[in-house]
């Protein structure tokens, strides 16, 4: 009986150890693999084995399908919310920051100092500041430059400021009309950077004497006056901004416009920000350029619709600039396409080389 | 109210394709649109994973916010939609996608893509429900007659899912659970036995959700 | 409303104004007669009036320098529109439609190519016709609408690419319709007269022996 008992009790002991054995394998054995990647980390370092091919999907790892098409491959765009955080909460609130408050300093100037005004006042004699090709040039750059950057801000600021006016089938048509004419009146641009940057690069080439203008500030706060050549050296940084910061609207412009040389979205994205940045830093730069060109200073708008500005207006602002004038004029026979007006050569030789 | 979502299980997609093909049938969608595609990541190496991707539906669609003519609405059951009346084809929208869901008819030069279309979670559009005009525009709409996408509804192996987001994801846990808990023990490596690679490239059962 | 009228009536209007109004110019300047050239002629008319209208199509050798631009935006200007106008896709198909005849239109990209070459062609005339001191004195407030209104029309035109906002259309439509009016009465004629007046300039030279 005795060892019947013992038998029974060692029964029971081994039930007892197989239960505990089996609940402390069933809590351990699963951790295994955990204990594997803890002593081995290069064979099993990763506790969710799936992480790798997520994180890979979303970091645009291009997958097959049989879909054809651009970008057809990639799971996720992980670009796209980084390029909505940048137009939305980046280019169009501080774009209107931007532009309103150099607006707002325009005005501010305008009121607080007035126009710049010729010293001694005008003389009434003109000289001839532009020739006809080059206001030519100007203007065909003007008409389609505010003609890219209306339809332009229509299409970055419309939905905010135009939707409340036109009601949201009314700024579909607007919108479309302005999409289809930016598209199309984009690529001319670049022909009208090219002739403005052939027209008058010449002129606006670093020459001594920018340097002092811009420390000075060209005399637009000091007031006192501030030497410079046919252009100061605020007009050729305006020059080069235009210049460079139409080439870069033109390449991004083309880049978003041709959709057709299977450029994936991650391009069409950093063509998107470049250009939306080079527009706002090109048309906040141009209110200066207009103000200036108009009521800024007195007497400018002439160089730019007949072509001639006032002496005194010359040896104000271009004293160098008009002593050459002066010094070539003085030289030929021909004085009088400088000096007097609408004379026969001024007017029959109207284009000018280059 | 109901908030639809599609959910592909990526542990049951085969890439038949059955769910592009239903897709274009039952809505005629333009030529060179497929409102739905199915990709393969590690397409014929140990690994490989299948997901049946159109548009999630996304709560905070960025779509919807970038549209600069702002044609985007979310209907009450969460689907979101666009007016192409409104849409001007500027391809923002698919810029900002995550999922590459905003298609378009054309790719021509000088930016002309006519009108965005995507998926509408078989709802149709703006216009009168299963009228003419809404067909021809968005194709079919379904869910004003009871019934969910067709895509999930011809799924064979049930992988994608579609329907309200609650029902959805209790599905899909229910089958986690099945499963079992760990990634280790269901997959490539019990479903071929290989040695390495069960632990180093299996995938637990896991889900794109709209957001 | 508005579209009806201008697909329907204003439509109708126009091509009349614009067809009696060009058949009503042209016959009027037709029926001024010259008085009676009774000198004996030293070369021949027809070859005077055949060999001007060749000649104008080039500037004359010492006019190249000074008339370049204005050749070379007077070539890309006209090239561009005529294209335009009749290799359009959609002009293809308006015409189709109301005419029964087609032909094979351009690609999309060519076309507006040709738009893009004309619009560069007006802007730069435009622009030379107020800048250059003696075209800006005789050129009138016709010069300026004439060029404005194509203008206009072809920006409409540009406007409604995308074909999807009938109101697009209606509205090049309607600028079309302006601009059909307009043309009998000004100087727009001279896409009908050209070829004329350089004929009579030509036989009135080429009579007397001199190359026009």
Redesign the interface.
């Given at each position: 009986m005795a060892a019947h008992k013992k038998t029974g009790a060692r029964h029971h002991r081994i039930i007892v150890w197989s239960l505990l054995s089996l609940v402390g394998l069933t809590l351990l054995l699963?951790l295994i693999?955990y204990a594997v990647a803890y002593v081995n980390p290069e064979?099993?370092g990763v506790p969710?084995?799936?992480a790798?091919?997520?994180r890979?999907?979303r970091e645009a790892?291009v997958?097959?399908?049989?879909?054809q098409?651009?970008?057809?491959?990639?799971?996720?765009?992980?670009n796209?919310?980084r390029?909505?955080h940048f137009?939305?909460n980046q280019l169009i609130p501080i774009g209107a920051m931007l532009m309103g408050s150099v607006l707002a300093l325009i005005v501010l100037f305008y009121l607080v100092r007035g126009p710049l005004r010729i010293q001694g006042g005008p003389s009434g004699k003109k000289i001839q500041r532009f020739s006809?090709?080059e206001?030519?040039t100007h203007?065909?750059t003007v008409?389609?430059f505010w003609l890219l950057a209306l339809t332009g801000l229509i299409?970055?600021y419309?939905?905010f400021v135009l939707?409340p006016v036109l009601g949201?089938?009314g700024?579909?048509?607007t919108?479309?009309?302005?999409?289809?004419?930016h598209?199309?009146?984009g690529?001319?641009f670049l022909?009208a950077i090219l002739m403005m940057f052939v027209t008058f690069v010449k002129d606006n080439i670093y020459a001594r004497g920018d340097l002092n203008w811009l420390l000075k500030g060209g005399g637009m706060l000091g007031g006192g006056h501030v030497s410079a050549g046919r252009f100061n050296a605020g007009e050729k940084i305006w020059f080069w901004i235009a210049v460079l910061g139409g080439l870069v609207l033109s390449a991004s412009g083309l880049v978003?416009?041709?959709?057709?040389f299977g450029q994936g979205?991650a391009v069409?994205?950093i063509s998107?920000v470049l250009h939306g940045i080079a527009a706002l830093v090109v048309i906040t730069v141009s209110f200066g350029h207009v103000y200036l060109g108009t009521a800024g200073v007195e007497g400018t708008i002439g160089s730019m619709t007949?072509?001639y500005v006032d002496e005194a207006w010359a040896k104000t602002h271009h004293d160098r600039w008009y002593a050459e004038v002066k010094a070539a004029a003085g030289k030929t026979e021909e004085a009088g396409s400088v000096g007097g007006g609408?004379t026969a050569s001024s007017?029959?030789?109207?284009?000018r080389d280059g | 109210m109901a908030r639809m979502k599609f959910l592909c299980d990526a542990q049951r997609c085969i890439e038949c394709n059955a769910c592009v093909t239903a897709c274009k049938n039952e809505n005629e969608v333009p030529w060179g649109v497929n409102r739905r595609r199915v990709v393969t990541i590690n397409d014929g190496s140990p690994g490989e994973r299948s997901m049946s991707v159109a548009c999630m539906h996304c709560s905070d669609a960025p779509c919807a916010a970038v549209c600069p003519v702002d044609c985007f609405y979310t209907t009450d059951d969460g689907v979101v939609l666009h007016d192409k009346d409104i849409c001007i084809g500027c391809g923002y929208c698919f810029y900002a996608c995550p999922f590459g869901a905003p298609q378009f008819p054309k790719s021509e030069a000088f930016g002309s893509r006519g009108k965005m279309d995507k998926c509408t979670f078989c709802g149709g559009g703006p216009e009168a429900d299963n009228s003419p005009e809404e067909y021809a525009k968005y194709g079919s709409n379904r869910l004003a007659e009871g019934k969910l996408p067709l895509c999930a509804e011809m799924c064979a192996t049930r992988s994608l899912i579609a329907g309200d987001g609650d029902t959805v994801s209790e599905i899909f846990r229910e089958r986690v659970t099945w499963r079992g808990a760990s990634g280790l023990t269901w997959g490539w490596g019990v479903a071929y036995g290989k040695k390495g690679i069960r632990r180093g490239h299996d995938v637990e059962g896991k889900a794109t959700g709209g957001d | 409303m508005f579209a009806q009228l201008v697909d329907g009536i204003f439509w109708n209007i126009a091509l009349w104004v614009f067809g009696i109004g060009v058949l009503w110019r042209i016959l009027s300047i037709f029926r001024v007669r010259n008085k009676v050239d009774y000198s004996v002629p030293r070369g021949s008319g027809l070859a005077g009036a055949i060999g001007a209208n060749l000649r104008r199509f080039i500037p004359r050798r010492e006019m190249i320098s000074r008339t370049r631009l204005q050749v070379v935006a007077g070539y890309l200007f006209h090239l561009g529109l005529f294209a335009l106008l009749v290799f359009a896709a959609p002009h293809v198909l308006f015409i189709e439609a109301q005419t029964g005849l087609n032909w094979t239109p351009m690609p999309y990209w060519a076309f507006i190519v040709s738009a893009q070459l004309a619009f560069i062609g007006l802007m730069l005339l435009w622009f030379h016709r107020v800048m250059h001191p003696v075209t800006r004195l005789i050129s009138d407030a016709d010069d300026h609408i004439a060029a404005i209104l194509t203008f206009v029309v072809m920006l409409t035109g540009c406007m409604a690419l995308i074909e999807g906002f009938d109101g697009l259309r209606v509205l090049h439509r309607f600028m079309v319709e302006l601009w059909l009016v307009y043309f009998p009465f000004s100087r727009l004629m001279h896409a009908f007269m050209f070829i004329p007046s350089r004929a009579f300039t030509g036989a009135w030279f080429g009579r007397r022996g001199v190359k026009a």
């Open positions: 699963p693999p064979t099993g969710n084995p799936g790798d091919l997520w890979a999907v790892d997958g097959t399908t049989q879909v098409g651009v970008d057809t491959g990639v799971l996720i765009n992980a796209g919310e390029w909505r137009r939305m006809v090709f206001r030519i203007w065909f008409s389609l299409l970055l419309g939905r939707i949201p089938e700024f579909g048509l919108a479309s009309a302005c999409k289809e004419a598209n199309l009146f690529p001319m022909v978003l416009d041709f959709a057709v979205r069409m994205e998107h007949n072509g609408a007017v029959v030789s109207p284009v | - | -």
